[in-house]
Each structure stands twice: as structure tokens, then as C-alpha cells.
């Protein structure tokens, strides 16, 4: 298993701005993705992040807009850009650690205003 | 495409036993998952299933049949905390979580 600090757990932000979410994890893991969870309806992948490499972008979400790093094998970051009001949403980080099961922060619950 | 097939509510009473159903059809499949998500909270890994079959975890169980695309929760002795949505998940040939889009839990005391 693994325990995941993600942080902040809430913000609120104007529009044009950018929030950066941390992700800290208590082990080295393979793989790192990002999430994003509207309230009661499931999980959508934003990206995989990569260390050390590029993250992979799901259809609908792109670089510029969602900035990824991983620059290790514990730690990875997702900015949410110029964000507008259609951005809040809750955005989880998970990782991996066996081919099957997969273990997630907190969330960070982000309203844009 | 890809997609996961499960109930979006089901309720049951305190103490009673309840059946998640999940059906799906992904490209490729490394093993069935199920995920547990209390309001305001993460999803926390419940179990998963690679082989065909009933794996036991205290009062979960979940049973897989590959041939069939088909696979199942099952809660017993309910309890009010166990009041939350339920999510299948299919890890695919990318290794990538393709997931259910949620089973409501409604427990009634």
C-alpha cells in the first residue's frame, strides 16, 4: 500500500489564475496519475505522470492547460492554468503500486470564482 | 470503446446483504477492482479480482467471471457506514484504470 499527502485539500481562486497541487507519496511507486471528479459522478483521467519524461495527456486535456512534473518517483505536481469556472472540480492524484490496485490522495476541491 | 456497466443506486437495509454488479468491455483486461468513495472522500481500494471467482474479505467479497465480462460486490451484515459510492474498475492493456461510473449505496437503518 502507500499513503498519499496531497495538498492544498481546498482552495478558492479567481479566474485567469493558476493553482499548483502537490502530491507527496510515502514510497516509490511506478506510476502517478492525476484525476478529476465532478461531485457525484466518477473519475476521469487527466494524465499520467511520467519521471523523468513528458506526462501522457488523455483526449480533451493538454499541456498548456495542465502542466504535470514528476521529478522523481515519490513527488508530482499538476497546475491547473488560467483556470475559468468550468475548472472547479474535485482533482485527485493516484498511484500505483501493483497491477491492480491503485490508492489516491485526499483531493483538492477547487472552486473558481 | 471501453466502458464499465453498473447500477447507479441501489438500496438496502441495515444488517441485509447487497449485490454490486459491474459489466464490462475494455481492451484488454488485467483484473476487475472495486473501489469504496464516502462523501468528501477519496476512493479507497476495496479489492480485485484476476482470476475467476469469490475472493473473501472479512464482510466483502467480490466474484469475477471473465467469460461473462461480469463481476460483482457483495456486502453483508450491512452497516450505515457502509453508505457510500461503489466503483468497478478495469485496469486495460495500458495499464490505465478504465472505471464505473458509480453505484450509490443507500443504506436504511
Known amino acids: 500500500s502507500a499513503v498519499i499527502s496531497q495538498k492544498p485539500s481546498r482552495d478558492i481562486c479567481q479566474r485567469g489564475t493558476s493553482l499548483t497541487i502537490q502530491c507527496q507519496v510515502d514510497?516509490?511507486?511506478?506510476?502517478m496519475f492525476w484525476y478529476r471528479q465532478q461531485p457525484g459522478q466518477s473519475l476521469t483521467l487527466i494524465a499520467t505522470?511520467?519521471?523523468?519524461?513528458?506526462?501522457?495527456?488523455e483526449s480533451g486535456f493538454v499541456i498548456d492547460k495542465f502542466p504535470i512534473s514528476r521529478p522523481n518517483l515519490t513527488f508530482s505536481t499538476l497546475t491547473v492554468s488560467n483556470m475559468s469556472p468550468e475548472d472547479s472540480s474535485i482533482y485527485l492524484c493516484?498511484?500505483?503500486?501493483?497491477?491492480?490496485?491503485?490508492?489516491f490522495g485526499q483531493g483538492t476541491r477547487l472552486t473558481v470564482v | 470503446g471501453q466502458s464499465l456497466e453498473q447500477p447507479s443506486e441501489v438500496t438496502a437495509v441495515e444488517g441485509a446483504i447487497v449485490q454490486i454488479n459491474c459489466t464490462y468491455q475494455?481492451?484488454?483486461?488485467?483484473?476487475l477492482s472495486w473501489y469504496q468513495q464516502h462523501d468528501g472522500g477519496a476512493p479507497t481500494f476495496l479489492s480485485y479480482?484476476?482470476l475467476d471467482g469469490l475472493e473473501e474479505t472479512g464482510r466483502f467479497s467480490s466474484f469475477l467471471s471473465r467469460s461473462d465480462s461480469y463481476g460483482y460486490l457483495l456486502l453483508q451484515e450491512l452497516q450505515m457506514k457502509d453508505s457510500a459510492s461503489y466503483f468497478c474498475a478495469v485496469r486495460d492493456s495500458n495499464y490505465q484504470l478504465i472505471w464505473g461510473a458509480g453505484t450509490k449505496l443507500i443504506i436504511k437503518p
Open positions: 479480482n484476476a
Open positions: 475494455t481492451s484488454g483486461f488485467y483484473g
Open positions: 514510497s516509490q511507486v511506478t506510476m
Open positions: 493516484s498511484a500505483q503500486t501493483g497491477l491492480l490496485d491503485a490508492f
Open positions: 505522470a511520467n519521471q523523468g519524461s513528458e506526462a501522457t495527456y
